[in-house]
């Protein structure tokens, strides 16, 4: 049985949208713009308050040139982990 490393901190897929954001030179309101979805819900993401939906993985893979499974990954385990830490918070 191999051992595992579970870290206790969160990386949500905002942190590595800030990084594109920052890399592409792009304010979220620039972003919301151009791949037709509210500033709200890019903020949300930015927060880690909003999902990355399938559409949104998609609009993003245009723009930051990283395959929409990516961004769809990165949401999967940031939830996963989210619930691992609430989990073991809950029982020390």
Known sequence: ????????????????????????????IELSDRINIDVKIINGI??????????????????????????MNLEKQYQKDKERLKLSEAFG
Not at 1 to 27: A, H, Q, R
């Open 1 to 28: 049985m191999k051992n595992k490393y579970y870290p206790n901190y969160l990386v949500s897929p905002g942190d590595i949208l800030i990084e594109d954001l920052n890399y592409f030179n792009l304010l979220p």
């Open 46 to 71: 930015l927060k880690g308050e909003e999902p990355i939906t399938r559409e949104i993985a998609i609009s993003f893979a245009k723009i930051f040139k990283r395959p929409s499974r990516f961004w």
